[in-house]
Each structure stands twice: as structure tokens, then as C-alpha cells.
């Protein structure tokens, strides 16, 4: 497949949809799968149409980019030479790629080889020396745990947790299940120890319901640096939080949160708006938590 340099208004004037380009649960499809590269937040990023993050980049210019905007703006909000940003479930470096120029160092934690490999290329390609690939899973205890792969069609959805993965297939409408693999999985705190990274200013995490175990596995790092959290949170598997009260629990006692206001928020600018965390249960959300001290950087709405 030839790779194609493209943007965002080439793509959408050169490629017309068809009557099979659909689009359910927010899936795009595509009726011709091609290799890419696009100028992604002054980088390049190279990605394959067919999947929902590569699609996402092509139509919007970013996957997931109201919360990537806000965490640029929360960079630029700290002391952005000496950030620190842990980016847990990186994928294929989309959000460390965007945060990699404003930041010190980035930590991008991905274990499932396919995407593992697409990250190291988006990297290389933009010559980066700042952005260090860790091939692990974080979680409570070290070892080796069984990883349930993304379908083809959306490769964010990786994740250790079979209750996800089960909820996932039984609710989907597509055919390809998850494959199960063993993979390496790390305590957190222990990890980073030892590979004497002692500061983290801000922490994403997106791994799909397995949320609470890598927070478990944190808890030295977070209440010694007292970071801010970016994570998608999922209360949809009996492995992952039952309720916030629960997810609180975990965190120092100053901690309070905000969540992405998705009825609000523009795929294609990018603008957010951030609103008090609610307490209801609803299955998944984008949300911020942050210490007390720390409350006058995170900016509620885009600048």
C-alpha cells in the first residue's frame, strides 16, 4: 500500500464516502484501507484507514482531541521544561506525540506488540529522544497476565480485563473477537523505581477497565508527586471501580475531580468543557483528578 500525505481537508475533498461508510457507535468505516501519514501538532503521524483511531485522526485531525488540547493546556499551566507525563495505554502515541515537544520527558507504557511497534515507528520517524517505550502492562502485582486483543477495527480497545472484553464483544456488532495472549504486567511504583524515575507531574491512563489496578499499583508515585490524572474511567466490569467513592478511596484525601463534558465538547476543534465530577455510575467517561494545590492549573474550558 502506498502511504499518502494527506490532511485533514484533502482527506475530506478527496475521499468521497460511500453508501458503506457508516458509522455505528462513533466506528467509522471506510471502504478502502490505505496506509497514511499526516502533520499531526507539528509532528508527523503515520496510521492505516479501517481502524476507529486511525479514522479518527484522518476526520477530526486527532483521536480524542478535546482531551489532548486540555492536556496541553495543562502543560503550559505547570512548569512545562520539567514535566513529567506517564502515558499509560499510549497506543500508537497519539497523546504522547502531541505532548512530546512542551514536555521533559515522556513515559509511554504499551505491551500488545502490534501497536507496541506503530508507537516506535511514530516516534523514530519524528526523530524524538524524548519519549521512552516501556513494553509492559501497569497493574497491582508483577508478572504475566493474559491480554485480550483489539479487534482491527478499533485497536484502543486492548486490555487486561475479561469482563471488558467480554462486555465488549457481547454488545459489538463485530465478528472478529479478541484473541488472548500473555503478556508482562508491573507494578507501577516498583517498576518505576527501578528504572529511577522518581517524578511524574501528570498521568493518562486509558487501558480499558483496568483502571483501578494500575492506580493500585501507583499509589507510592501519587502520593508522593501528587500528580494530575487524565483517564477514561469504566464502571461497566466487575473488575474495574463499582462507584467514584470507591475510585476516591484509592487517591489521597485531597483529591476532587471534573469530567469532560462530551455534549459539550468539538471532535473537530477540539474545544472541551470540564464539569464537577458527578457521582452517578454511568459506564464510561473521560475524567480529570487533581489535588487540592493543584486545582488553579487545570483549566475548566479551552483557552
Excluded at 500525505?5 to 490505505?34: A, C, D, E
Excluded at 513494553?135 to 486492548?158: D, K
Excluded at 483501578?212 to 502520593?223: E, M, P, R, S, T
Excluded at 464539569?275 to 487545570?298: A, C, F, G, H, M
Aim: net charge negative; proline share 4%.
Amino acid at each position: 500500500m502506498r502511504v499518502l500525505i494527506v490532511s485533514f481537508l484533502s482527506f475530506i475533498l478527496g475521499f468521497v464516502l460511500s453508501q458503506n461508510n457508516i458509522k455505528n457507535n462513533n466506528q467509522f468505516t471506510f471502504s478502502n484501507v490505505f496506509d497514511y501519514t499526516i502533520s499531526y501538532y507539528g509532528l508527523k503521524y503515520s496510521g492505516t484507514s479501517g481502524s476507529f483511531v486511525d479514522n479518527s485522526v484522518l476526520f477530526y485531525g486527532a483521536y480524542e482531541k478535546p482531551e489532548i488540547n486540555f492536556l496541553i493546556d495543562l502543560v503550559k499551566n505547570l512548569d512545562s521544561n520539567n514535566v513529567i507525563f506517564l502515558d499509560i495505554g499510549a497506543n500508537s502515541g497519539l497523546h504522547s506525540l502531541a505532548l512530546s515537544n512542551l514536555v521533559k520527558e515522556v513515559h509511554a507504557i504499551e505491551p500488545y506488540p502490534p501497536i507496541l511497534e506503530k508507537l516506535k515507528y511514530n516516534i523514530s520517524q519524528n526523530h524524538l529522544n524524548n519519549i521512552f517505550v516501556h513494553a509492559v502492562g501497569f497493574g497491582q502485582e508483577s508478572g504475566s497476565l493474559p491480554f485480550f486483543s483489539p479487534p482491527s477495527i478499533n485497536t484502543a480497545i486492548g486490555t487486561f480485563s475479561k469482563d471488558f472484553a467480554d462486555n465488549w464483544n457481547s454488545k459489538s456488532k463485530v465478528t472478529e473477537s479478541s484473541k488472548e495472549i500473555s503478556l508482562p504486567i508491573v507494578n507501577g511504583d516498583e517498576y518505576l523505581t527501578n528504572k529511577s524515575i522518581s517524578k511524574i507531574d501528570i498521568i493518562k491512563l486509558d487501558i480499558e477497565g483496568y483502571e483501578k489496578f494500575a492506580l493500585l499499583g501507583l499509589k507510592k508515585i501519587i502520593n508522593n508527586n501528587r500528580p494530575i490524572i487524565v483517564m477514561e474511567l469504566n464502571m461497566n466490569n466487575k473488575e474495574g471501580f463499582q462507584d467514584i467513592e470507591e475510585l476516591f478511596s484509592i487517591l489521597p484525601k485531597d483529591y476532587s475531580g471534573f469530567e469532560f463534558n462530551n455534549k459539550v465538547e468539538d471532535l473537530y476543534t477540539g474545544n472541551y468543557l470540564l464539569t464537577k465530577l458527578k457521582v452517578n455510575n454511568s459506564d464510561q467517561r473521560n475524567i480529570v483528578l487533581y489535588p487540592k494545590e493543584k486545582e488553579n492549573n487545570v483549566s475548566i474550558k479551552s483557552k
